[in-house]
C-alpha cells in the first residue's frame, strides 16, 4: 500500500494508476466516516479514510495472470515490468515464461471455477480434467522460482 500510495502522489501517473477506482459504496463509507469524525470532534485523517477504502479495492483483485502482475507494478511506479523481467531471467524472449504463468492461472480457474469438469455441450458423463503429480510439482517449481524473480523487480 505504500508503494501504491506513494506513486500515485506523483504527477506523471501509469495507465494502470489513472484506472485505479474505489466503488461509489467505498467512496460514500468513506464520506460517512469522515463526517462522523468530524461531528464527534475527532482527528480528521481522510488519507487514513482514503487508504482503507484503496486496500478494499486492491483486496478483491488477484493479479494471477501476466498482464494483472505487469498492472500491480503499474500501481507501486514500476514501468518496464516484462523487459526488467527479461533482465532477471537473463533471456531474450519472455514468451515461454508468459505462457507458463497464464496456463498455470487458466489451469486453476478450471480447478476452482469449474469443478475440473471437461466442458460438453450435451449431455454424458461428467469427466474431469487429468491432473498428474508431476504437473503439481513442475507448476509449484515454476511459480516459485516466478516469484524470486518478481522479488528483484525494481
Known amino acids: 500500500m ?3 500510495i506513494k506513486s500515485l502522489r506523483r504527477s506523471s501517473l501509469r495507465p494502470a494508476q489513472q484506472k485505479l477506482t474505489i466503488t461509489a459504496v467505498l467512496a460514500l463509507r468513506t464520506t460517512e466516516a469522515l463526517r462522523r469524525s468530524a461531528r464527534a470532534g475527532g482527528v480528521v485523517r481522510p488519507a487514513n479514510q482514503f487508504r482503507i477504502a ?3 479495492s486492491l483486496h478483491r483483485r488477484t493479479f494471477q495472470s501476466w498482464h494483472e ?4 507494478f503499474e500501481l507501486i511506479g514500476i514501468s518496464g515490468f516484462t523487459a526488467r523481467l527479461k533482465a532477471a531471467y537473463s533471456v531474450s524472449n519472455i514468451l515461454p515464461t508468459r505462457n507458463q504463468l ?3 492461472v487458466n489451469r486453476r480457474h478450471q480447478i476452482v471455477h469449474e469443478g475440473d469438469l471437461v466442458r460438453h455441450q450435451r449431455g454424458g458423463r461428467c469427466r474431469v480434467h487429468e491432473i498428474t503429480p508431476g504437473y503439481v510439482k513442475d507448476s509449484l517449481a515454476f511459480l516459485d522460482a516466478f516469484v524470486e524473480r518478481l522479488d528483484t523487480v525494481r
Do not use: M, S, Y
Open 102 to 104: 497464464n496456463n498455470i
Open 2 to 4: 505504500k508503494g501504491v
Open 54 to 56: 484503496l486496500q478494499e
Open 69 to 72: 502482475i505487469e498492472e500491480a
